[in-house]
């Protein structure tokens, strides 16, 4: 059974730093391409950062670039997304995802909210 596992949300200041780790089960992880995603309320999910898998190539939204990093340890089979200089608009549900061609796979997703 394949299982994506989301932590490290939680409330932060703006200015401030968190780190999400997306620990996967069940697949060959350094197959995989990765990703972040994130969704606030009434808005669509959309990309925020992307990690291809062999010779890895990164790609990050306009909004976050600069501030945000994504990484993966294959040995741990874990995705992290380093989040710095916060900001409230980027308060949200954030999601991991795994893909191999046509198959992909979600995490259940972890709250990011910035707020003082």
């Known amino acids: 059974q394949v299982q994506l596992v989301e932590s490290g949300g939680g409330l932060v200041q703006p200015g401030g730093s968190l780190r999400l780790s997306c620990t996967a089960a069940?697949?060959?992880?350094?197959?995989?391409?990765l990703g972040w995603y994130r969704q606030a309320p009434g808005k669509q999910r959309e990309l925020v950062a992307f990690?291809?898998?062999?010779?890895?190539?990164?790609t990050y939204s306009d909004s976050v670039k600069g501030r945000f990093t994504i990484s993966r340890d294959n040995a741990k089979n874990t995705v992290y997304l380093q989040m710095n200089s916060l900001k409230p608009e980027d308060t949200a549900g954030y999601y991991c995802?795994?893909?191999?061609?046509?198959?992909?796979?979600w995490g259940q997703g972890t709250q990011v909210t910035v707020s003082s």
């Open positions: 990690m291809t898998n062999g010779v890895t190539t990164t």
């Open positions: 069940g697949i060959i992880f350094s197959n995989y391409n």
């Open positions: 995802r795994a893909n191999l061609g046509t198959t992909t796979y």
